[in-house]
């Protein structure tokens, strides 16, 4: 049977939109802009599990990278992504050409060129002055925890992928980006 021999990894809210912090995402099921252009590239996809619903739910707050820094988030990381990564050898020992990874920066899970930190913590009803901490918020230039510990696993395996991400302030140029880095 026909098929593209071509695998590409979505980060989980690319194609499921509802596991994002509620209030932040602008898209209401999915990403259709990569997908659309996924299909029409006969790329198939891996849909990597989500930590933050894993460890937290939909009810969770929004956190920095500093909140998930933390041994037991990075070994659910590493427990949720063995059965992909399984897979995506898998796949590679028998010739299947696996483009990349796409996450999502800014995210502290999830981020490859960008993730936030800040001084985040504490009981609610204890904080004075909240203004204060949200503006110990900054971007910087790091992965997220989630992807830290993916290219970790990889790394252990001998597997080489690229990286790359959607920033959803900047969605043309990301898909641009994705399109010159992995479709070329
Ligand atoms: S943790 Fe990753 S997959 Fe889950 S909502 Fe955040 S960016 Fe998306």
Known sequence: M???????????CILNCNSKVEGLSTFKSMIKNLVDILHSE????????????????????GHVKDQFDTPFFREQCRIILEPTVNQVK???????DVLGVVGIDGSPSCGV?????GNFGGEFSCIENYKECIDTLK??????????????????????????????DDMVRSIEDI??????
Request: hydrophobic letters at 40%.
């Open 42 to 61: 006969d790329v198939g996809v891996i849909q990597l599990p989500c930590p933050e619903m894993h460890v937290y739910g939909i009810k969770r707050w």
């Open 139 to 168: 971007m910087v230039n790091e992965e997220g925890v989630f992807i830290e510990e993916l290219k970790s696993i990889l790394n252990e395996k001998g597997l080489d992928i690229p990286f790359v991400a959607l920033l959803e």
């Open 2 to 12: 026909e098929r593209g021999r071509k695998i590409i990894l979505l980060c989980h």
């Open 90 to 96: 898998n796949y590679m020992d028998n010739g299947y």
């Open 179 to 184: 399109k010159n880095k992995l479709f070329k």
């Open 113 to 117: 060129n960008l993730t936030y930190r």
